[in-house]
């Protein structure tokens, strides 16, 4: 299984930025599909976006959507989930995901095998 190790979270004002990594190692970088999820306290762990192996196909949740960009470097085993425009609401533990599988439902947990531990944005209004 590949491991994965988010970075970049933080506390933002309203309206700001964040740029969030996740180091992959252990596996073949290019054949995951990778994703980013979110849990807020109290809530389940949601979908926010999905790429391809490629990089040429990606997806977001409605709430993301126009917000934030997720890209990858298969080059160098990162991934990046791009954050402008925060909101209070988006407060949460951010979550990379990935899968080697051929799955039908990219925006679902249950989905990916393996997942980082996670890392903090926090977005003050």
């Known amino acids: 299984q590949v491991k994965l190790v988010e970075s970049g979270g933080g506390l933002v004002q309203a309206g700001g930025s964040l740029r969030l990594s996740c180091a992959a190692s252990?596996?073949?970088?290019?054949?995951?599909?990778m994703g980013w999820f979110r849990q807020a306290p109290g809530k389940e762990r949601d979908f926010v976006a999905t790429?391809?192996?490629?990089?040429?196909?990606?997806s977001y949740a409605d709430s993301v959507q126009g917000r934030f960009t997720i890209s990858r470097d298969n080059a160098e085993n990162m991934l990046y989930l791009q954050m402008n425009t925060l909101k209070p609401e988006d407060t949460a533990v951010y979550y990379c995901?990935?899968?080697?599988?051929?799955?039908?439902?990219?925006?679902?947990?249950?989905?990916?095998?393996?997942w980082g531990q996670g890392t903090q944005v926090t977005v003050s209004s």
């Open positions: 790429i391809s192996r490629s990089g040429h196909g990606t």
């Open positions: 995901a990935a899968t080697d599988r051929v799955i039908t439902s990219r925006n679902k947990v249950a989905e990916y095998e393996s």
């Open positions: 252990g596996g073949t970088f290019s054949s995951y599909v």
